[in-house]
């Protein structure tokens, strides 16, 4: 599998949202990989790690999201559940459930219910070490018009996900002490 050549069916290599679509996924992918080789007592696999990370925001594109050059007609939260639909129409459905799953940290039937996120009522959670991994390394970069931020450092990935999700701190803290040096 292609990670790149998969993206290139829905991005023109040209565009804006190609070039900063790559740019986080390959810093994402860096981390997630680092990430895992600090734990290979968990088994994680390294190839899978690669290509979902590079896929894991597959769906941005039809979202509405002009800051990054997405023109599409669903708020930007979904592009989780727009990735995993694109990769199971590619026939991938392991990688599928890494776009869905990376969304937020620990997001639940009840939080999208609670919310009203117009996301579909379901559990949207990591569940394998490799989803978990991706979703934790996908916390240390934002996608912005000029490029991938620096890496944020865990104090303020904290502190902005204090503003929108005050009690999943103690699954991120759980994460750090997996997975952080």
């Known amino acids: 599998m292609d990670p790149i050549k998969i993206i290139q ?18 810093a994402v992918t860096k981390k997630a ?10 088994h994680p696999d390294l190839k899978f790690i690669q290509e ?28 989780g559940y727009l990735g995993r639909e694109i990769l199971e129409k590619e026939w991938f459905p392991r990688h599928a459930l890494v776009c869905e799953r ?34 934790f390394a996908d916390k240390f970069f934002s996608k912005t018009e000029k490029g991938i931020s620096k890496e944020k450092t865990i104090d303020k990935i904290k502190e902005e996900r204090k503003k929108f999700w005050k009690d999943k701190i103690d699954k991120f803290n759980e994460w750090v002490k997996a997975f952080w040096k």
Do not use: N
């Open 9 to 26: 069916k829905y991005y023109s290599i040209d565009s804006k949202t190609y070039q900063l679509l790559i740019s986080h996924s390959e």
């Open 33 to 42: 990989l680092e990430i895992a080789k600090h734990v290979p007592h968990l």
């Open 52 to 79: 979902a990370t590079m896929l894991h925001d597959i769906g941005i594109f039809l979202t509405d999201a002009p800051d990054l050059g997405c023109s599409g007609d669903k708020p930007y939260i979904c592009h």
């Open 102 to 135: 990376h969304i937020g940290i620990w997001l639940t039937a009840e939080d999208i219910e609670r919310e009203k996120l117009p996301l579909p009522k379901r559990d949207m959670l990591p569940i394998s070490i490799e989803e978990e991994i991706i979703c």
